[in-house]
């Protein structure tokens, strides 16, 4: 009887677990982060490799195993903020490297320029930035409307995603108080120290 009731609280509490979800729904969620979430949600993931915080906001970074031997860890980088009346802090925006993530069209890390284009025909560019002192520059193209942008490796069409970037509908990616790009600069010097 007592191996049975074991049984069923694993069987229950398994079945209440997050599965792993690789769907990007602009402007709401990359797999299961969701934007305008607690940051508790984002315990599952441990604690971040790096962050910043100032005047309650924080942008925190989590690293992945390399897909390859030639290239970096896939990064995680998790804006949050205390907005509203009650000031109740929540998850602004995600950026992430990982080529697991996809949309429902199949855009994932690695997509064209074209081919995202090709998505979201009302794309902008918004700035650029050397992730580090003696890299090429990444130019971000943003649909502020959709809550989705790109970071890309180029301004061609043959161009390829490097890190999708999702945050609220009608907020652009620089309404931070230290802009993604500010950041991005900041932990890449870090990293090298």
Request: glycine share 6%.
């Amino acid at each position: 009887m007592r191996l049975r009731s074991f049984h069923l609280f694993l069987f229950a509490f398994l079945s209440l677990a997050a599965t792993p979800n690789k769907l990007i729904v602009p402007g709401h969620s990359l797999g299961n982060i969701a934007l305008g979430a607690s940051p508790e949600t984002l315990e599952q993931l441990g604690k971040p490799a790096t962050s910043d915080a100032a005047m309650q906001k924080a942008w925190a970074t989590w690293y992945g195993k390399p897909t390859a031997s030639h290239l970096p860890p896939t990064q995680l980088d998790v804006y949050t903020a205390a907005t509203g009346p009650d000031m109740r802090k929540t998850i602004q925006m995600v950026r992430a490297t990982s080529s697991w993530f996809r949309t429902s069209t199949g855009l994932h890390n690695g997509s064209t320029l074209a081919s995202i284009r090709h998505a979201y025909s009302s794309l902008s560019l918004t700035t650029s930035y050397a992730p580090t002192p003696k890299a090429s520059p990444h130019y971000i193209y943003d649909n502020a409307k959709a809550g989705i942008a790109f970071e890309m490796d180029g301004k061609a069409a043959t161009s390829h995603c490097v890190a999708i970037i999702l945050h609220l509908p009608g907020k652009a990616t620089a309404s931070t108080y230290m802009a993604m790009t500010q950041y991005l600069q900041l932990i890449n010097q870090r990293a090298a120290k």
